[in-house]
């Protein structure tokens, strides 16, 4: 009896070690968001920016994309709540609504999560145009109030077909040039030699 007791005293102290802390955890979110929707505020005049592409640019998959972010916030992993710091998110062929940009940003290939506060990625985009976009979030993946994300900008991918038929064209044209010089019918040695004079008495 005197250890079913005790067992159950244990339990009771557990679950009253627990209570407390369980109580308190819904009032700490909103210490560091500025509103009911869980948006951080962020400072005035902060953006993030892409450091190695803009718009209309042409490139070739797989691409390097690097992530700028105005000096007046800063990068951390997801779950970090500290003031004006978040994580980049890069949206591809994508927007968010008025409505998604007071929500957790979703997790797909195209919202690409960066929670481990990366500022750069590579993408493997198939041949065509394509739209980029970041936007940074907090620590609960919810985007900032006002928003600080990059302009949208569009991209061409080149295709490796197309540029294949050129390779080949002109692997075609350096094995045609060399022919005329060599003369088969310089390898008698009659017309050898008569080239040989001919040349020389000119």
């Known amino acids: 009896m005197r250890k079913f007791c005790f067992s159950v005293l244990t339990a009771a102290t ?69 003031p004006n710091v978040g994580h980049h998110h890069l949206l591809v062929d994508t927007t968010l609504s008025e409505d998604e940009l007071t929500q957790p940003i979703p997790v797909d290939a195209q919202h690409i999560h960066f929670g481990k506060g990366q500022t750069e990625t590579t993408l493997t985009l198939p041949p065509g145009k394509h739209t980029l976009q970041l936007v940074l979030a907090n620590w609960t993946h919810i985007p900032f109030a006002p928003g600080v994300q990059s302009e ?17 064209a002109m692997m075609k044209q350096a094995e045609q040039k060399p022919q005329p010089m060599h003369q088969p019918q310089h390898q008698h040695p009659h017309h050898h030699h008569h080239h040989q004079k001919h040349i020389y008495f000119k």
């Open 152 to 168: 949208l900008i569009t991209i061409t991918v080149k295709g490796e077909d197309a540029a294949k038929p050129d390779t080949v």
């Open 14 to 82: 557990i679950v009253a070690g627990i209570g407390p802390a369980l109580a308190q955890t819904p009032a700490s979110p909103p210490a560091a968001p500025q509103s009911d929707t869980g948006q951080s505020t962020a400072p005035a005049g902060a953006h993030s920016y892409f450091v190695n592409l803009r718009d209309g640019d042409v490139v070739t998959s797989p691409i390097k994309v690097v992530f700028g972010l105005s000096p007046n916030m800063g990068v951390a992993p997801a779950g970090v709540d500290k």
